[in-house]
Protein backbone atom coordinates (compact mmCIF):
# COMPACT_ATOMS: atom_id res chain seq x y z
CA UNK A 1 0.00 0.00 0.00
CA UNK A 2 2.85 2.37 0.89
CA UNK A 3 4.53 1.66 -2.54
CA UNK A 4 1.26 2.49 -4.25
CA UNK A 5 0.84 5.70 -2.71
CA UNK A 6 4.95 6.53 -3.47
CA UNK A 7 4.34 5.38 -6.86
CA UNK A 8 1.11 7.77 -7.48
CA UNK A 9 3.63 10.31 -5.62
CA UNK A 10 6.25 10.15 -8.26
CA UNK A 11 3.25 9.70 -11.17
CA UNK A 12 1.65 13.28 -9.88
CA UNK A 13 5.22 14.73 -9.72
CA UNK A 14 6.14 13.80 -13.12
CA UNK A 15 2.64 15.05 -14.68
CA UNK A 16 3.33 18.57 -12.97
CA UNK A 17 6.91 18.72 -14.24
CA UNK A 18 6.17 17.70 -17.88
CA UNK A 19 3.28 20.32 -17.62
CA UNK A 20 6.11 23.16 -16.33
CA UNK A 21 8.21 22.43 -18.99
CA UNK A 22 5.94 22.84 -21.70
CA UNK A 23 4.53 25.74 -20.01
CA UNK A 24 7.65 27.62 -18.96
CA UNK A 25 9.34 26.64 -22.81
CA UNK A 26 6.41 28.57 -24.25
CA UNK A 27 5.97 31.76 -21.90
CA UNK A 28 9.33 31.70 -19.42
CA UNK A 29 9.39 32.04 -15.96
CA UNK A 30 7.66 35.25 -16.05
CA UNK A 31 4.88 34.55 -18.46
CA UNK A 32 3.67 31.05 -17.34
CA UNK A 33 0.70 30.45 -15.20
CA UNK A 34 1.14 28.11 -12.53
CA UNK A 35 -2.89 27.98 -12.72
CA UNK A 36 -2.13 26.56 -16.36
CA UNK A 37 0.35 24.42 -15.21
CA UNK A 38 -2.13 22.62 -12.80
CA UNK A 39 -4.84 21.99 -15.06
CA UNK A 40 -2.52 20.61 -17.82
CA UNK A 41 -1.06 18.01 -15.10
CA UNK A 42 -4.46 17.64 -13.56
CA UNK A 43 -4.24 18.33 -10.38
CA UNK A 44 -4.77 20.83 -7.54
CA UNK A 45 -2.69 24.04 -7.66
CA UNK A 46 -2.18 23.69 -4.07
CA UNK A 47 -0.20 20.19 -4.71
CA UNK A 48 2.36 22.29 -7.26
CA UNK A 49 3.27 23.74 -3.48
CA UNK A 50 3.34 20.91 -2.27
CA UNK A 51 5.85 18.88 -4.53
CA UNK A 52 7.52 22.42 -5.03
CA UNK A 53 8.51 25.59 -2.53
CA UNK A 54 7.48 28.07 -5.10
CA UNK A 55 7.36 29.05 -9.01
CA UNK A 56 11.12 29.51 -8.89
CA UNK A 57 11.60 26.08 -7.36
CA UNK A 58 9.35 24.71 -10.11
CA UNK A 59 11.00 26.52 -12.91
CA UNK A 60 14.35 25.28 -11.76
CA UNK A 61 13.17 21.40 -10.85
CA UNK A 62 11.94 21.73 -14.77
CA UNK A 63 15.04 22.81 -16.05
CA UNK A 64 16.53 20.40 -13.97
CA UNK A 65 14.72 16.98 -15.27
CA UNK A 66 14.33 17.86 -18.62
CA UNK A 67 18.69 18.37 -18.85
CA UNK A 68 19.47 15.34 -16.90
CA UNK A 69 16.89 13.60 -19.48
CA UNK A 70 18.95 15.24 -22.40
CA UNK A 71 22.95 14.34 -21.00
CA UNK A 72 21.66 11.01 -20.22
CA UNK A 73 20.43 10.17 -23.90
CA UNK A 74 23.46 11.95 -25.17
CA UNK A 75 25.93 10.04 -22.77
CA UNK A 76 24.42 6.30 -24.07
CA UNK A 77 25.20 7.37 -27.48
CA UNK A 78 28.99 8.15 -26.06
CA UNK A 79 28.81 4.70 -24.21
CA UNK A 80 28.23 2.62 -27.46
CA UNK A 81 30.46 -0.31 -28.62
CA UNK A 82 31.25 1.23 -31.65
CA UNK A 83 34.90 3.39 -32.66
CA UNK A 84 35.18 6.79 -30.89
CA UNK A 85 35.00 8.58 -34.50
CA UNK A 86 31.46 6.88 -35.09
CA UNK A 87 30.29 7.80 -31.45
CA UNK A 88 31.32 11.88 -32.29
CA UNK A 89 29.27 11.32 -35.53
CA UNK A 90 25.93 10.03 -33.50
CA UNK A 91 26.53 12.27 -31.13
CA UNK A 92 26.46 15.38 -33.76
CA UNK A 93 23.74 13.67 -35.01
CA UNK A 94 21.69 13.17 -31.95
CA UNK A 95 22.35 16.49 -31.31
CA UNK A 96 20.55 17.90 -34.43
CA UNK A 97 18.01 15.33 -34.08
CA UNK A 98 17.05 16.68 -30.38
CA UNK A 99 17.05 20.48 -31.33
CA UNK A 100 14.63 19.25 -33.88
CA UNK A 101 12.72 17.06 -32.11
CA UNK A 102 12.56 18.74 -28.73
CA UNK A 103 11.43 22.48 -28.92
CA UNK A 104 10.86 22.74 -25.36
CA UNK A 105 14.25 22.52 -23.96
CA UNK A 106 15.94 24.28 -26.25
CA UNK A 107 13.43 27.59 -25.71
CA UNK A 108 14.01 26.54 -21.94
CA UNK A 109 17.92 26.57 -22.22
CA UNK A 110 17.95 29.89 -24.24
CA UNK A 111 15.82 31.54 -21.94
CA UNK A 112 18.25 30.41 -19.41
CA UNK A 113 21.07 31.68 -20.75
CA UNK A 114 19.57 35.26 -21.05
CA UNK A 115 18.75 35.26 -17.05
CA UNK A 116 22.41 33.56 -16.62
CA UNK A 117 23.89 36.58 -18.24
CA UNK A 118 21.54 39.24 -16.70
CA UNK A 119 22.48 37.73 -12.67
CA UNK A 120 19.20 36.52 -12.83
CA UNK A 121 19.69 32.79 -12.77
CA UNK A 122 19.95 30.49 -9.83
CA UNK A 123 19.95 27.03 -12.07
CA UNK A 124 22.54 27.35 -14.18
CA UNK A 125 25.15 26.49 -12.09
CA UNK A 126 23.49 23.58 -11.19
CA UNK A 127 23.04 22.15 -14.59
CA UNK A 128 26.64 22.54 -15.42
CA UNK A 129 27.64 20.57 -12.44
CA UNK A 130 24.83 17.99 -12.53
CA UNK A 131 23.90 17.27 -16.26
CA UNK A 132 26.44 19.10 -18.79
CA UNK A 133 30.04 18.85 -17.28
CA UNK A 134 29.70 14.78 -16.82
CA UNK A 135 28.69 14.85 -20.66
CA UNK A 136 31.26 17.03 -22.38
CA UNK A 137 33.93 14.98 -19.88
CA UNK A 138 32.19 11.95 -21.77
CA UNK A 139 33.26 14.04 -24.98
CA UNK A 140 36.47 14.70 -24.24
CA UNK A 141 37.46 11.19 -23.51
CA UNK A 142 36.18 9.90 -26.67
CA UNK A 143 37.64 12.84 -29.45
CA UNK A 144 41.03 12.53 -27.10
CA UNK A 145 40.71 8.62 -27.48
CA UNK A 146 39.93 8.95 -31.26
CA UNK A 147 43.03 11.48 -31.97
CA UNK A 148 45.12 9.70 -30.08
CA UNK A 149 44.87 5.67 -32.28
CA UNK A 150 44.33 8.15 -35.57
CA UNK A 151 41.34 7.81 -36.58
CA UNK A 152 40.31 11.47 -35.69
CA UNK A 153 42.39 14.62 -36.32
CA UNK A 154 45.05 15.87 -34.12
CA UNK A 155 43.35 19.27 -32.96
CA UNK A 156 41.88 20.44 -29.90
CA UNK A 157 39.22 18.32 -28.75
CA UNK A 158 36.30 21.19 -28.07
CA UNK A 159 36.86 22.78 -31.28
CA UNK A 160 36.14 19.26 -32.63
CA UNK A 161 32.58 19.79 -30.50
CA UNK A 162 32.00 23.34 -31.82
CA UNK A 163 32.04 22.46 -34.99
CA UNK A 164 30.05 19.47 -34.35
CA UNK A 165 27.37 21.23 -32.04
CA UNK A 166 27.73 24.96 -33.20
CA UNK A 167 26.40 24.24 -36.54
CA UNK A 168 23.22 22.17 -35.60
CA UNK A 169 22.81 25.42 -33.57
CA UNK A 170 23.04 28.36 -35.73
CA UNK A 171 21.42 26.13 -38.49
CA UNK A 172 17.73 26.49 -36.55
CA UNK A 173 18.45 29.71 -34.79
CA UNK A 174 18.88 31.70 -37.93
CA UNK A 175 16.09 29.89 -40.23
CA UNK A 176 13.84 32.62 -39.76
CA UNK A 177 16.53 35.47 -41.13
CA UNK A 178 17.42 32.89 -43.44
CA UNK A 179 14.10 32.43 -44.69
CA UNK A 180 13.11 36.38 -44.89
CA UNK A 181 16.61 36.53 -46.85
CA UNK A 182 15.13 34.16 -49.45
CA UNK A 183 12.36 31.63 -50.92
CA UNK A 184 14.32 28.51 -49.72
CA UNK A 185 12.26 27.78 -46.06
CA UNK A 186 15.29 26.17 -44.05
CA UNK A 187 12.30 24.08 -41.81
CA UNK A 188 10.59 23.08 -44.20
CA UNK A 189 11.22 19.01 -43.87
CA UNK A 190 12.80 18.50 -47.28
CA UNK A 191 15.38 20.90 -45.91
CA UNK A 192 15.83 19.74 -42.66
CA UNK A 193 16.08 16.20 -43.59
CA UNK A 194 19.02 17.27 -46.36
CA UNK A 195 20.44 19.38 -43.76
CA UNK A 196 21.00 16.71 -41.31
CA UNK A 197 22.32 14.45 -43.97
CA UNK A 198 24.80 16.95 -44.94
CA UNK A 199 25.85 17.85 -41.40
CA UNK A 200 27.08 14.62 -40.80
CA UNK A 201 28.19 14.09 -44.24
CA UNK A 202 30.56 17.39 -43.71
CA UNK A 203 31.39 16.10 -40.42
CA UNK A 204 32.92 12.72 -41.88
CA UNK A 205 34.68 14.41 -44.21
CA UNK A 206 36.28 16.44 -41.56
CA UNK A 207 37.06 14.98 -38.82
CA UNK A 208 38.99 11.56 -39.77
CA UNK A 209 42.17 11.59 -41.00
CA UNK A 210 41.15 9.07 -43.84
CA UNK A 211 38.45 10.87 -45.48
CA UNK A 212 37.11 7.66 -47.03
CA UNK A 213 36.97 5.88 -43.89
CA UNK A 214 34.66 9.15 -41.86
CA UNK A 215 32.57 9.00 -45.42
CA UNK A 216 31.60 5.60 -44.86
CA UNK A 217 30.87 5.82 -41.12
CA UNK A 218 28.86 8.90 -41.80
CA UNK A 219 26.75 7.10 -44.09
CA UNK A 220 26.53 4.12 -41.55
CA UNK A 221 25.31 6.49 -39.06
CA UNK A 222 22.30 8.10 -41.05
CA UNK A 223 21.22 5.19 -43.03
CA UNK A 224 21.19 3.19 -39.49
CA UNK A 225 19.22 6.74 -37.44
CA UNK A 226 15.68 7.63 -38.82
CA UNK A 227 14.98 11.32 -38.78
CA UNK A 228 12.71 11.79 -35.52
CA UNK A 229 9.07 14.28 -36.22
CA UNK A 230 10.08 17.76 -35.94
CA UNK A 231 9.15 20.15 -33.22
CA UNK A 232 8.79 22.76 -35.69
CA UNK A 233 5.26 23.49 -37.15
CA UNK A 234 4.87 23.85 -41.14
CA UNK A 235 4.85 27.29 -42.12
CA UNK A 236 1.90 27.81 -44.12
CA UNK A 237 2.34 29.35 -47.67
CA UNK A 238 1.07 32.10 -49.01
Not at 7 to 18: E, P, V, Y
Not at 77 to 101: K, N, Y
Not at 103 to 127: D, K, P, T
Not at 175 to 188: E, K, Y
Amino acid sequence: MKQDRQTRSDQTRQRILQAAISEFSEHGLAGARTGAIADAAQVNKALLYYYFRDKEGLYAAALEAVALKVAGSAIAVLDLDCTPGERMLRFALQHFDRILSQRGFQALMQQEMVRYREGQSGAMRILAKNAFEPMFRRVQQIAEEGIRSGELCGVDWMQMVYAALGANVFYFLSAPMVHLMGDADPLHPAAIAARRAAAIDYLGQTIFTDRQHGAHLAQTVLDSTPMPESGFPERKTA
